[in-house]
């Protein structure tokens, strides 16, 4: 069975602080790991999609990379703007199964 | 439309009536899936449509969970005789199809369900 298993659950970081999100990821034939963000109230709104182990992809001041058991979303000097919940899921044997994690919320002060 | 439209985004019902959640994809997607997130939960798969393949439905809860896609577009959800423990905000969410180039999945804003 594929999981996920996201960390820290919750991570508060001064505006201009930058850090990590891990995802820790078993899966049975990875066809991508996604990256979403979510805000209260909203749906998820797709970040990143990474295929194969060494990718890294770049947005603004997000940056994914992936190996064969985890990925991690680095946050470059965060903007209050930046506070969110951060999803990760991955996409195994069955396209339509994204299993995902339990989030981790992040909170940047001014 | 520019993304996934879902209708209600709010809904509140009383125990054991019917709820029908309406999905739009976005125009051209052949994928269209349903997720439910509960209070405090991740998100759990429910069911995916791919063209005109037969559906995964492995993810419904219950019986009175289904779903349906006309055409190859709009999906209804439809819970029958709901229950509280069926609170839940219903996502939807939508990609061009299987493979690298259509892996983008894409949600809508969710329908907020509430059983009183």
């Known amino acids: 069975e594929d999981q996920v298993t996201q960390s820290p659950e919750a991570l508060r970081l001064q505006e201009g602080e930058s850090s990590s999100l891990n995802c820790s990821y078993t899966?049975?034939?990875?066809?991508?790991l996604f990256w979403y963000r979510q805000d209260p109230g909203k749906g998820p709104e797709f970040l990143f999609t990474?295929?194969?182990a060494g990718e890294e992809k770049e947005k603004e001041r997000l940056k994914a990379t992936l190996t064969k058991k985890e990925s991690f979303l680095h946050i470059t000097a965060p903007k209050p703007e930046d506070s969110a919940t951060y999803l990760c899921?991955?996409?195994?044997?069955?396209?339509?199964?994204?299993?995902f994690g339990a989030g981790t919320q992040v909170v940047v002060t001014p | 439309g520019a993304g996934v439209s879902q209708s209600p985004s709010n809904k509140v019902t009383e125990k054991g009536k019917d709820v029908e959640l309406r999905c739009d994809p976005i125009?051209?997607?052949?994928?269209l899936y349903w997720y439910r997130q509960s209070l405090g939960q991740g998100l759990e798969f429910l069911i995916y449509?791919?063209?005109?393949?037969?559906?995964?439905k492995s993810g419904l809860p219950s019986d009175r969970f289904s779903a349906e896609r006309t055409g190859g577009s709009v999906s209804t959800l439809t819970i029958q005789r709901t229950q509280q423990e069926d609170s839940a905000v219903y996502l939807c969410?939508?990609?061009?199809?299987?493979?690298?180039?259509?892996?983008?999945?894409?949600f809508g804003e969710g329908s907020w369900l509430t059983v009183v």
């Open positions: 990474l295929y194969s």
């Open positions: 449509f791919q063209g005109n393949s037969a559906p995964d």
């Open positions: 899966v049975s034939g990875l066809r991508g």
């Open positions: 899921a991955v996409q195994g044997r069955s396209w339509g199964k994204l299993q």
């Open positions: 125009s051209g997607h052949t994928a």
């Open positions: 969410a939508s990609s061009r199809g299987q493979g690298s180039s259509g892996n983008t999945i894409y």
